[in-house]
């Protein structure tokens, strides 16, 4: 049963444009939801988050939508660069700050490509 | 930022043998850390939750007995890939929770490649 779904496996974008990420959830006790960005070989990296109570959460280049009516989050990168083309991760947690509370549960990633 | 180190960044075995990976805080302390294994093209899945001085978690399909996990300081986890075979090649990830400074972010390490012959 996968709790967090990124139905899309790829998305191409010309440099410059807007790249929307989209992620799906299942799980109503998720409350606080991130987007990892990832390399081949490399550990992922946080590129940012949003708790439940918000609905939008923007940092520089980079903006996340959630909807929770509809268990859906997107990520929004204005404007899309070459340096952006990696696999973007999304992941979601339930309430709690430490211990086994916080363990991710991630979807399958999009790999996103930004074309010169 | 947070930094998680991983040691070996790749190793090759033989079946049988026995592997041990190292996940490190380096600039935090991490009463929680996680492990994951990753299969080309696919998400990372969570293997097991460890805990500074505790037994760790560990998620259902996932055998305690041949991934053994010992956290035993606040900025050191250990998996132990125990007589590994070649399904046991992967991509393994660490990551640490630096605890109520961020709320649920995870700071993962660079991954360790294991190949088993």
């Known amino acids: 049963d996968q709790q967090v779904k990124q139905n899309s496996p790829s998305l191409s974008v010309q440099e410059g444009r807007i790249s929307i990420l989209n992620c799906d959830y299942t799980n109503s006790m998720f409350d606080y939801f991130l987007w990892y960005k990832k390399y081949p070989a490399e550990g992922p990296t946080f590129l940012i988050s949003?708790?439940?109570?918000?609905d939008k959460n923007e940092d520089g280049r980079f903006t996340v939508f959630l909807n929770k009516s509809a268990k859906h989050l997107s990520l929004h990168i204005v404007p899309s660069q070459p340096g952006d083309s990696a696999v973007y991760f999304c992941a979601a947690s339930a309430a709690g700050y430490t211990g086994a509370n916080s363990k991710l549960t991630f979807g399958k990633g999009i790999t996103l490509s930004v074309r010169p | 930022g947070a930094v998680v180190s991983q040691h070996p960044s790749w190793v090759i075995c033989k079946s049988g043998t026995s592997v041990k990976i190292e996940c490190r805080s380096l600039d935090f302390q991490a009463t929680t850390m996680f492990w994951y294994r990753q299969f080309p093209k696919q998400s990372l899945m969570l293997m097991a939750t460890s805990n500074e001085g505790s037994k760790a978690t560990y998620e259902q399909g996932v055998e305690k007995d041949k991934f053994l996990i010992n956290h035993a300081s606040l900025t050191l986890s250990t998996l132990t890939v125990t007589s590994a075979h070649p399904e046991d090649s992967s991509f393994y990830i660490c990551?640490?929770?630096?605890?109520?400074?961020?709320?649920?972010?995870?700071?993962f390490g660079p991954g360790t490649r294991l190949t088993v012959l």
């Open positions: 949003i708790s439940s109570i918000k």
């Open positions: 990551s640490a929770n630096p605890g109520l400074r961020t709320y649920n972010e995870q700071f």
